[in-house]
């Protein structure tokens, strides 16, 4: 309902023609933003699947990566309007077009938890609302299975460096998750640390395989 008074009191407008009515229309959306080619989630190899290359495996847990765009300036200007600008709506938009390109095996959906202060700053994590989106899409539950411990800046950081930094920061938050397909959701990727590490937790609680789908990756 907040949402809805929002829209009628001050009406989003695309952020690239600044038309009335959606954050992108379609017409911009076309003609700015780029598909991601689907690729291993750590050599890059391309790879119409998205799976992890076999002798990639004994980097990550990570069965395959799902990408809906390539990260570039456009896409930065609509995750950096989601992360920063509290333009929720484009959660909603490119979750949507997201759930397209997740394959059907999927059993259960969560995301990647936002440290603490990033979450008290926002009001909201980005990765549960674009995953919240994906779940009712494909009519597939989604559960917050994933624990934060710490605050790890990574900007700038190396794949190795990324690894070291994460590694140990995430838990369990409770639940069964034995057997289960998941997938895991996230805005942006860029080594693959991350979403490696809190598929290792997965998997260490007996879940039976973890895929991840994100917004972007250059």
Known sequence: MLSLISKIIAPHSCIFCNTEGRTVCDGCFSQHITPRTQACVWCNRL???GRTCRSCRRHTPLLRLTTLLRLDEASERLIYALKYHGNREIAALLGRRLAQEIPDDVELITFVPSDGPALRRRGYNQAELIAR?????LGVPIRPTLLRLRHTPQVG???QRRIEQTKGNFMIGGGALAGRRICIIDDVVTTGATLGEC???LRAAGVRSVSA???ARK
């Open 199 to 201: 598929a290792r937790v």
């Open 47 to 49: 790879d119409d699947t």
């Open 157 to 159: 950081q190396s794949r």
């Open 213 to 215: 789908a994100t917004l």
């Open 133 to 137: 989106t994906v779940s009712d899409e």
